[in-house]
């Protein structure tokens, strides 16, 4: 990789529609399992490295980009819709009469993608989720996939729960799995690609045991 002129940061690529070299923001992705304590990772390591982080406010942009309600948009990026799901759109979230659920999911689809290469176009940042990894391929983005073994998965989810959960550790362990395999359904639907497999990343790490300021630290040296 060569070395972009003195004044541009970030990492070199190529063009996806031409040959022309040109340089981009440094990028840097994080997939996670839930519970394995991704979300603080990467909130850490943006801390760090002193960029832009952007977690739960891409809802947000998207939502205004498709002209759909967040809380509709958190159901397809989460979860994907079921059929007919009741949705509303636009600051009135005035009812729909007729669903064409396949179609809504495209456009928020669609949405994600521009507004991700917005921000990928504005400034170094770590995207949590999204499949930004795949979305920003061409921005030649570094991609983490943060998983933990189960149990310490329980126990972060069971010390972060709100009064109001009151899960039992059973209850806590398949609300991870169906969360995992929203995710990963997901994911496999609109990149084609196994969601945690380790060839799609630049990099695994586990947290089984591990301090995530630690850990971040130690990545930012790496990153700068």
Not at 95 to 114: D, F, I, K, R
Not at 196 to 214: F, H
Request: charged share 25%; aromatic share 12%.
């Amino acid at each position: 990789m060569q070395k972009p002129p003195e004044g541009l940061d970030g990492w070199m690529t190529r063009s996806p529609f031409g040959k022309a070299v040109i340089y981009m923001n440094k990028i840097i992705t994080i997939s996670r399992e839930f519970g394995s304590g991704g979300r603080e990772f990467g909130c850490r390591l943006a801390e760090n490295l002193g960029i832009k982080y952007y977690d739960k406010e891409i809802i947000s942009k998207i939502a205004a980009k498709a002209d759909l309600s967040e809380g509709y948009v958190k159901e397809v990026v989460e979860k994907r819709p079921m059929p007919l799901f009741p949705m509303t759109i636009g600051a009135t979230f005035a009812a729909v009469g007729v669903y064409y659920p396949l179609m809504v999911e495209e456009s928020v689809y669609t949405a994600q993608t521009e507004v991700l290469q917005e921000l990928a176009e504005q400034s170094d940042c770590v995207i949590v989720g999204r499949c930004a990894d795949y979305i920003l391929r061409s921005y030649n983005p570094f991609k983490i996939f943060i998983y933990a073994d189960m149990p310490s998965r329980i126990k972060r989810c069971m010390e972060r729960s709100t009064p109001e959960e009151q899960l039992t550790e059973k209850e806590m362990k398949k609300k991870i799995n169906n969360v995992d395999e929203s995710r990963a359904k997901y994911y496999d639907f609109y990149t084609g690609q196994k969601w945690g497999a380790r060839q799609n990343y630049n990099v695994c790490i586990n947290t089984t045991g591990m301090d995530i300021g630690t850990l971040a630290e130690a990545y930012s040296h790496m990153l700068k």
